[in-house]
């Protein structure tokens, strides 16, 4: 009986994995495009902000599918990039410049 229940857990459990890659796959698709063609330079600014959250959940998926807690400090590091590049952009769209070397 115990058994049954755990083969119909694993089941679910595989199938809205396989479901949550397609939908991130789909949504990382749309964001590079958003990235490329984006009007102007703050959308392409917030799309890869996206790509890089995207990418934390990719990973937490890997996770979950390989039944693994080795992938948490990846997501981490992916998590602390993604915050890096996003200030870094977000200075140089407001300054035109990310390291000020300012010698007075």
């Known amino acids: 009986m115990t058994e049954t229940i755990y ?9 809205t994995v396989f479901i949550c890659f397609i ?5 990382l698709l749309l964001l590079l495009y ?3 063609a984006g009007p102007t330079s703050p959308d392409r600014a917030v799309a890869l902000d996206t790509i890089g959250i995207n990418l934390m959940g990719l990973a937490a998926l890997v996770a979950i ?3 693994t807690p080795n992938l948490n400090d990846v997501i981490l590091l992916i998590a602390i990039l993604a915050f890096l590049g996003t200030v870094a952009i977000a200075k ?9 070397r300012d010698m007075d």
């Open 7 to 15: 083969k119909a857990t694993e089941a679910i459990l595989d199938g």
């Open 23 to 27: 939908a991130i796959s789909i949504s």
């Open 34 to 36: 958003r990235m490329i």
């Open 65 to 67: 599918y390989l039944v």
């Open 92 to 100: 140089y769209l407001e300054k035109g410049v990310i390291i000020d």
